[in-house]
């Protein structure tokens, strides 16, 4: 059988039996898999919802919160549930958890984001699991991910996963929403995330919890555009040591794309971009079949505020063809678009790079 750089995320509803007690025999059944993985040679890494589903109870909640200092109160106090039944379950095994708690800054910073790496890496050589979720005692609005299966695809391209694994209560992609039409299908192979694929998040979107066939559609995106594969399957019943031998009851996402170094793998999918540069025909052929730098010339629009050093979107029309490091602020892009690199200087009283992105800090999406 084939090893693995393993990562497996299971959601609340996984985790939890009913709103807010825990699963325990499905948590137990799920982390001896991940320890079987992990002793057969593979690397293994468990996203893990849940900690605010854990701490409804004890705090006198019948449902879900719907303000920040509710949700937060209840992701402390989960947390640190979740985690003991976690370790009791990895005791006999002689395992122990390690948890790591992420906002979105641990991936937007470069420092952090090799920093988080680095300890992964660490990790792999003793007897523990990594744990990782959402640092909800202090993410709001703007730091949270939003849902665990982004957080998932951006531990999958830290450590450069070839499988990922998203267990759900739903199990796999679906023609139209199966809760609600009795024709509906499953997909079982998916070879490609077209706009065709993205479009059945809108018909078989279960909406329950935070998450739903959009967010794992688009994580599914994210880490087969470099290199790696996505299983969506139903988390009560689906076995990990099956889906490893290649037997998958749900839906498959294969690899679509070459895989990148890790640090364009970083500006590619990590990055939020701060504005976006609108380019000429010819300066896209350059961009996407060339492989060449953008410059000043083939620039014909420039959105947002972004500074020096932003990641910013390259667009062909509406088409988004590349993403990178800019290195000039929106404000010197408007006044050099559409010139030639040799009058930057002129136009800017001094020169500092040929090229507004230079190909080094850019991939082509």
Same mark, same amino acid.
């Given at each position: 059988?084939?090893?693995? /750089?393993?990562?497996?995320k299971?959601g609340?509803g996984?985790?939890?039996?009913?709103?807010?007690k825990?699963?325990?025999?499905? @948590?137990?059944?799920l982390?001896?898999?991940?320890? &079987?993985?992990?002793?057969? !040679?593979?690397?293994?890494i468990?996203?893990?919802?849940g900690? @605010?589903?854990?701490g409804?109870?004890p705090? !006198?909640?019948t $449902?879900?919160?719907?303000?920040?200092?509710?949700?937060?109160a209840c992701a402390?106090?989960?947390?640190?549930?979740?985690?003991q039944?976690?370790?009791?379950?990895l005791?006999?095994?002689?395992y122990v958890?390690?948890?790591?708690?992420?906002?979105y800054?641990d991936?937007?910073?470069?420092? $952090?984001?090799?920093n988080?790496?680095?300890?992964?890496?660490?990790?792999?050589?003793?007897?523990?699991?990594?744990?990782i979720?959402?640092?909800?005692?202090?993410?709001?609005d703007? @730091?949270?991910?939003?849902?665990?299966?982004?957080?998932?695809a951006?531990?999958?391209n *830290?450590v450069d996963?070839?499988?990922?694994?998203?267990?759900? &209560?739903?199990?796999?992609?679906?023609?139209a929403n199966p809760?609600l039409?009795?024709?509906?299908?499953?997909?079982?192979?998916?070879?490609?995330?077209?706009?065709?694929?993205?479009?059945?998040?809108?018909?078989s979107d /279960?909406? *329950?919890?935070?998450?739903?066939?959009?967010?794992?559609?688009r994580?599914?995106?994210t880490?087969?555009? *470099?290199?790696?594969s996505?299983?969506?399957? #139903?988390?009560?019943?689906a076995?990990?040591?099956?889906?490893?031998?290649g037997?998958?009851d749900?839906?498959?996402?294969?690899?679509a794309?070459?895989?990148?170094?890790?640090?364009?793998r970083?500006?590619?999918?990590t990055?939020?971009e701060?504005?976006?540069?609108v380019? #000429?025909d010819?300066?896209?052929r350059?961009v996407?079949?060339?492989?060449?730098?953008l410059?000043?010339?083939?620039v014909i629009?420039c959105?947002?505020g972004?500074?020096?050093?932003d990641?910013?979107?390259? $667009?062909?029309?509406?088409r988004?063809?590349?993403?990178?490091?800019?290195?000039y602020?929106? #404000?010197?892009?408007?006044?050099?678009?559409g010139?030639?690199?040799?009058?930057?200087a002129?136009?800017?009283?001094?020169?500092?790079?040929d090229?507004?992105?230079?190909?080094?800090?850019?991939?082509?999406?």
């Amino acid at each position: 059988m084939r090893t693995h /750089s393993l990562v497996v995320k299971a959601g609340t509803g996984v985790l939890l039996e009913g709103t807010a007690k825990l699963d325990r025999p499905n @948590i137990s059944r799920l982390l001896n898999e991940l320890i &079987d993985a992990r002793e057969q !040679g593979h690397r293994v890494i468990f996203v893990s919802s849940g900690a @605010i589903g854990a701490g409804l109870a004890p705090l !006198g909640f019948t $449902r879900r919160p719907v303000n920040i200092p509710d949700l937060q109160a209840c992701a402390a106090v989960g947390q640190s549930l979740l985690m003991q039944a976690y370790n009791e379950v990895l005791a006999p095994r002689g395992y122990v958890v390690a948890q790591l708690l992420l906002t979105y800054g641990d991936f937007q910073d470069r420092r $952090r984001y090799l920093n988080l790496r680095n300890t992964l890496v660490g990790l792999s050589d003793h007897a523990v699991l990594p744990v990782i979720n959402e640092n909800d005692t202090v993410s709001v609005d703007e @730091i949270k991910f939003g849902d665990n299966d982004a957080l998932c695809a951006l531990v999958a391209n *830290v450590v450069d996963a070839t499988l990922t694994i998203i267990l759900s &209560d739903v199990d796999g992609l679906y023609t139209a929403n199966p809760r609600l039409h009795s024709d509906a299908t499953r997909i079982s192979v998916v070879e490609g995330v077209t706009p065709e694929i993205e479009a059945l998040a809108d018909v078989s979107d /279960s909406g *329950v919890g935070v998450g739903g066939m959009a967010t794992k559609i688009r994580a599914a995106k994210t880490v087969t555009s *470099v290199g790696g594969s996505l299983v969506v399957a #139903d988390g009560k019943r689906a076995s990990v040591a099956a889906i490893l031998r290649g037997e998958i009851d749900g839906t498959q996402f294969k690899p679509a794309g070459d895989r990148l170094d890790h640090r364009k793998r970083w500006i590619a999918h990590t990055l939020k971009e701060q504005g976006a540069i609108v380019v #000429d025909d010819g300066a896209a052929r350059a961009v996407t079949a060339g492989g060449k730098s953008l410059l000043p010339a083939g620039v014909i629009g420039c959105e947002g505020g972004f500074l020096e050093g932003d990641p910013i979107v390259i $667009r062909h029309g509406d088409r988004r063809i590349a993403k990178g490091l800019t290195n000039y602020s929106a #404000d010197q892009v408007r006044r050099i678009m559409g010139k030639k690199s040799s009058e930057i200087a002129g136009l800017l009283g001094g020169k500092l790079f040929d090229e507004v992105v230079h190909r080094n800090n850019m991939v082509r999406l």
